[in-house]
């Protein structure tokens, strides 16, 4: 058994250990923002965030994670009261097809959470391992820099929010309560 | 009387050291050379030109001489050295910044004897003590090469060196020490092709500047001829015949390696060898021959033994042969199960396997890790460098990459995994100084990202620390 906490809730899980975190969100949890791309590290729409670092879930067995912290773009903010990332990114209207953007939001918020003036260079750098391949990017470049401004001035919203909406409930795992 | 007398003691001893820096000052000094117009780079003769961007490029010059803000030959790079950082020139043809008003002569004395134009001491971070073997030829083609670039304004910061490094006259004792100036001399005991090769390793190549230790003040130990060295948080391999390597290296493999940056039998350049390979992906297929066989002939022919367990290793790697097409992870191969209750062997089978053992041949999946030269190393730095980063994708060409671990692996799955790696793989006596190794592997990266982002401004002053970087630790 694995023990995982996902936004705030922590599940223990009974699955293989080399079942890729991103399989475990998706499957066992329900948490479709995450998603599967290339499988192998090389794309970044799988990204989530385990204790608060960016990481590829698609190639991260659950082995490697007992007792840690992942949040996945359900994390940060809900429909109604959707996160700095997820507003900004709305606002500018970053998404085309929206495939890449879940992960590109993941690797942003960790970069903020650990450089809340992260330059222009810093976010490109970061982001440098997502591909995109509608073209989005001065869009995207642009929300993550309103999404540090937000991000700086309501700094009581920077957490990500306690926000796994109740409707997207895990099957076949059970909780232990957050 | 007694005061008197300790006064004359002491004019005397001043006077001594007065003489003896004079005497120092007059060895040391060098004159400046005079300032030229920028010539017109409609000058230089094109195929000249040419040929200096191809020494150039066996020169690695752009790897060093480029800052973060991708500004080729602009410089400002730092370059950690134990004594302190310093900060690589601009060389494109700018009149102020760079080295536009630099005759050729002023551009050959800087190669050759490690001073610029105005007659100061450089300091040996630029291998002086192997472009010192360049032939005037070759200097005249470097020189029509950077004398065309587009020239660009931007002054390095200062080196940052405590007394007495920071007086760069003292080089001149580093000099009278260490270097052998050239030009290079052929060995009649052997034939062209392989003094070539030796002129382009020793010389502009400098393989020794990182494959040769170094000693306390910061010297090449020619007798440890590539014996391995340590290069900006990572070990340059043993180049010579005390190669770790598991399958040892040929003339073949060699050439193979420089010209794709990775070979199936031995992996994949990275680190600072990562750059050095793309330059040399372009050079000449002659130099590039010639300085395989150069190298294969220093690491020698290798005993019966080690040749008879390399054939043993090679025919244990199963590929599905080349050219195969990286498949997504859906139809990677299936996961063998741990062989071993160990923490390392079951993070090993869960999170390397899938790629490591999916019978892609590299640069589509990953060595069998019994070829790994890293866990065969003395050092188990670069293995655990490229656990923390992986293999980071090569800009606009196809090569190989790994995804990195250190986000979401803490420092003690790092050490059960690189202990496991090393036992089983490399089947060698375990490391004694993991943790510390991986402390520093950290505290690199940590300090890699704070100096990653260009300086806002070319002031030559260092950016100030960001705003909330502060006391900012690795969990």
């Known amino acids: 058994m694995v023990s995982l906490t996902v936004n705030n809730r922590t599940h223990e899980l009974d699955v293989e250990p080399d079942t890729p975190l991103l399989y475990v969100l998706r499957d066992e949890l329900?948490?479709?923002?995450?998603?599967?791309?290339?499988?192998?590290?090389?794309?970044?729409?799988?990204?989530?965030?385990?204790?608060?670092?960016?990481?590829?879930?698609?190639?991260?067995?659950?082995?490697?994670?007992?007792?840690?912290?992942?949040?996945?773009?359900?994390?940060?903010?809900?429909?109604?009261?959707?996160?700095?990332?997820?507003?900004?990114?709305?606002?500018?209207?970053?998404?085309?097809?929206?495939y890449c953007i879940a992960g590109m939001m993941m690797r942003a918020q960790a970069l903020l959470l650990h450089d809340p003036h992260a330059t222009e260079a810093d976010i490109r750098a970061a982001l440098e391992p997502h591909l995109c391949r509608c073209g989005t990017h001065m869009r995207i470049l642009r929300a993550v820099h309103q999404a540090a401004e937000m991000m700086r001035t309501q700094t009581a919203s920077i957490a990500p929010a306690n926000a796994a909406p109740a409707s997207i409930a895990p099957a076949g795992a059970k909780h232990t309560g957050s | 009387m007694a005061s008197s007398k300790r006064v004359n003691s002491v004019l005397w001893a001043a006077a001594t050291v007065a003489v003896i820096v004079l005497a120092a000052v007059i060895y040391a000094w060098r004159p400046t050379i005079a300032p030229i117009t920028p010539p017109a780079p409609s000058s230089f003769d094109p195929a000249l030109v040419q040929r200096g961007a191809a020494?150039?490029?066996?020169?690695?010059?752009?790897?060093?001489?480029?800052?973060?803000?991708?500004?080729?030959?602009?410089?400002?790079?730092p370059i950690p050295t134990p004594f302190g950082t310093i900060y690589s020139s601009n060389i494109t043809p700018d009149p102020k910044a760079g080295i536009g008003r630099w005759s050729e002569a002023a551009f050959s004395r800087a190669m050759r004897d490690g001073i610029d134009r105005e007659g100061r001491y450089l300091y040996p971070a630029f291998p002086y003590d192997h472009f010192t073997l360049v032939s005037d030829a070759d200097n005249h083609a470097l020189y029509a090469y950077l004398m065309t670039r587009q020239p660009v304004e931007k002054t390095a910061p200062p080196p940052e060196l405590p007394f007495p490094l920071n007086i760069r006259m003292v080089?001149?004792?580093?000099?009278?020490?260490?270097?052998?100036?050239?030009?290079?001399?052929?060995d009649p005991n052997h034939d062209a092709t392989w003094n070539r090769g030796a002129y382009l390793v020793e010389g502009l190549g400098h393989c020794g500047a990182c494959h040769t230790p170094r000693n306390w003040l910061g010297a090449e130990r020619r007798t440890d001829f590539f014996g391995g060295g340590d290069a900006e948080g990572w070990h340059a391999f043993t180049i010579n015949a005390a190669s770790q390597s598991p399958i040892p290296w040929d003339e073949a493999s060699l050439y193979s390696y420089l010209r794709t940056g990775f070979h199936g039998l031995h992996g994949v350049a990275r680190g600072p060898m990562a750059p050095v390979?793309?330059?040399?992906?372009?050079?000449?297929?002659?130099?590039?021959?010639?300085?395989?066989?150069?190298?294969?002939?220093?690491?020698?022919?290798?005993?019966?033994?080690?040749?008879?367990?390399?054939?043993?290793?090679?025919?244990?790697?199963?590929?599905?042969?080349?050219?195969?097409?990286?498949?997504?992870?859906?139809?990677?191969?299936?996961?063998?199960?741990?062989?071993?209750k160990a923490e390392g062997a079951a993070i090993y089978a869960t999170t390397c396997a899938?790629?490591?053992?999916?019978?892609?041949?590299?640069?589509?999946?990953?060595?069998?890790?019994?070829?790994?030269?890293?866990?065969?190393?003395?050092?188990?730095?670069?293995?655990?460098?490229?656990?923390?980063?992986?293999?980071?994708?090569?800009?606009?060409?196809?090569?190989?990459?790994?995804?990195?671990?250190?986000?979401?692996?803490?420092?003690?799955?790092?050490?059960?995994?690189?202990?496991?790696?090393?036992?089983?793989?490399?089947?060698?006596?375990?490391?004694?100084?993991?943790?510390?190794?991986?402390?520093?592997?950290?505290?690199?990266?940590?300090?890699?990202?704070?100096?990653?982002?260009?300086?806002?401004?070319?002031?030559?002053?260092?950016?100030?620390?960001?705003?909330?970087?502060?006391?900012?630790?690795?969990?």
């Open chain 2, 354 to 475: 899938t790629c490591h053992e999916s019978g892609r041949p590299v640069p589509y999946g990953g060595i069998g890790l019994q070829l790994s030269s890293a866990i065969a190393d003395s050092s188990p730095r670069n293995l655990i460098n490229v656990i923390l980063n992986g293999v980071p994708a090569a800009d606009g060409t196809k090569g190989p990459m790994m995804p990195g671990f250190g986000d979401v692996m803490n420092d003690k799955q790092i050490d059960a995994l690189v202990n496991y790696l090393r036992g089983h793989f490399g089947a060698k006596p375990a490391w004694s100084d993991v943790p510390n190794e991986i402390a520093a592997a950290r505290a690199e990266i940590a300090h890699a990202q704070t100096i990653s982002a260009p300086a806002p401004s070319t002031t030559g002053t260092n950016a100030p620390p960001k705003p909330g970087n502060a006391g900012k630790t690795q969990p």
């Open chain 1, 30 to 98: 329900g948490l479709h923002g995450a998603k599967y791309g290339c499988g192998l590290g090389q794309c970044g729409s799988c990204t989530v965030m385990v204790d608060g670092k960016a990481v590829f879930s698609c190639v991260t067995p659950i082995a490697l994670l007992d007792g840690k912290t992942v949040t996945t773009v359900e994390g940060l903010g809900t429909v109604e009261h959707p996160g700095p990332m997820q507003a900004a990114f709305i606002k500018e209207q970053a998404a085309q097809c929206g």
């Open chain 2, 55 to 77: 020494l150039a490029a066996l020169g690695d010059c752009n790897t060093c001489h480029t800052g973060s803000d991708g500004r080729t030959f602009a410089g400002g790079l």
């Open chain 2, 277 to 340: 390979v793309g330059n040399l992906g372009t050079v000449d297929d002659k130099d590039l021959h010639a300085m395989a066989i150069y190298v294969a002939s220093v690491m020698g022919k290798p005993e019966a033994a080690r040749e008879a367990n390399a054939k043993k290793l090679a025919a244990s790697v199963r590929t599905t042969g080349n050219g195969t097409i990286p498949q997504s992870g859906g139809i990677q191969s299936v996961t063998p199960a741990a062989t071993d």
């Open chain 2, 171 to 186: 080089m001149a004792g580093w000099n009278l020490l260490y270097l052998k100036t050239g030009p290079f001399k052929p």
